[in-house]
């Protein structure tokens, strides 16, 4: 099992550019979650998926929309790229509520936006 | 507003002695508590686990303790070993959907 995968690593958008960070799992994970974490700080949750065709905002989802189309594949948008979106990204997975709530995370996405 | 704190930023600790780790959160509602080990340039992996029903969890060198009336909760390892230095970050879960981070603690463990 390749477990939770992002793609790309690194990437450096300029202002107003758009891009899709991909994540995909191989677990058949129910649950699925992207967050960003700034420097110095913990994760915040940005969306979330309970599974396919259903997703929710968490706590930072301003300036990124989201789809489950698949159990596995969970991308995440940035429409309009600004510099307070430079963080690093990562996607998570998890059998989720009546399971299990321990989280899989992928090795996370670098974004610089200048 | 920072619903998961970890107020010390670092911690080191010598090699075969106790790591105490903590954490203080502020909704009461929290439901589901859990520990992550993170080294530098990849995500972090799952550590150990704790429900608001329990006040304690073990799993090998590691324990975690509960505290709801604190709403405080710490995790423990013994013996450290240098293997084990890494930022930490407790995580508060609200229904199992959503979930909030602390800021994390770097512990080194001198060998």
């Known amino acids: 099992n390749a477990g939770v995968t992002q793609t790309p690593k690194f990437r450096i958008l300029k202002i107003g550019q758009s891009m899709t960070l991909q994540c995909a799992q191989d677990?058949?994970?129910?649950?699925m979650y992207w967050y960003r974490q700034d420097p110095g700080m913990g994760l915040k949750l940005i969306y979330y998926s309970v599974g396919a065709g259903i997703t929710d905002k968490g706590e930072v989802p301003n300036g990124y929309n989201v789809s489950r189309s698949t159990t596995e594949d969970f991308p995440l948008r940035l429409e309009l790229a600004a510099p307070s979106q430079t963080s690093v990204y990562f996607c998570a997975s998890s059998y989720g509520r009546g399971f299990s709530y321990e989280q899989y995370f992928g090795p996370g996405t670098r974004l610089t936006v200048t | 507003d920072q619903q998961v704190k970890q107020n010390s930023p670092s911690l080191s600790v010598q090699e075969g002695r106790i790591s105490i780790l903590n954490c203080d959160y502020t909704?009461?509602?929290?439901?589901?508590f859990l520990w992550y080990k993170k080294y530098p340039a990849e995500g972090p992996t799952f550590l150990i686990s704790i429900s608001s029903i329990k006040d304690k969890n073990e799993d090998g060198r590691f324990t975690v303790f509960l505290n709801k009336s604190a709403k405080h909760l710490s995790l423990h390892i013994v013996p450290s070993q240098p293997g084990d230095s890494a930022v930490y970050f407790c995580?508060?879960?609200?229904?199992?959907?959503?979930?909030?981070f602390g800021t994390g603690t770097s512990l080194t463990v001198i060998p």
């Open positions: 995580a508060a879960s609200l229904t199992g959907n959503q979930f909030y």
């Open positions: 677990m058949n994970h129910n649950y």
């Open positions: 909704n009461s509602m929290f439901d589901y």
